[in-house]
């Protein structure tokens, strides 16, 4: 796995927008839920977005309304856009596949959590006030 912030890297104004990408080819999106994380500097991991095989979404309270997140299984390719940033969502972000925590229970995990799947190198999102 692997996550990016687009061409112009992960550094945007509060209120403004951008959309991260992890590419998961080599993944059945029928087998894995796929799930975004983030983690600013001095706090824990937190969980932001995943997406079930069977297409249901599930946001944690801090981006719901503002975040949304899809697939494109022919691509290979999870999407986070992300919208009206805010200097709080300042945070590396990272994504995940898991065979197992279906549902929410992704974004319910520790944040010492061992057990996923697989693990993404984390690409870093600054929000500027």
């Known amino acids: 796995l692997g996550a990016a912030a687009g061409v112009w890297g ?6 403004g927008s951008l959309t991260l990408s992890c590419a998961a080819s080599g993944l059945r999106f ?13 706090k824990e991991r937190e969980g932001v977005s995943c997406i079930n095989p069977d297409g249901r979404v599930y946001y944690g309270d ?3 309304g503002r975040f949304t997140i899809s697939s ?18 300042t ?3 990272s994504c995940a596949a898991d065979a197992h925590l279906f549902g929410k229970s ?24």
Do not use: C, H
């Open 10 to 15: 992960g550094l945007v104004q509060a209120g």
């Open 30 to 42: 029928d087998d894995y839920v796929i799930g975004w994380f983030r983690q600013a500097s001095g």
């Open 62 to 64: 801090s981006v719901k």
């Open 72 to 89: 494109d299984a022919a691509k290979g390719t999870v999407y986070l856009q992300m919208n009206d940033l805010k200097p709080e969502d």
């Open 91 to 93: 945070a590396v972000y």
């Open 106 to 129: 992704m974004l319910m995990i520790s944040s010492d959590y061992g057990g996923m799947d697989y693990w993404g190198k984390g690409t870093q999102v600054t929000v500027s006030s």
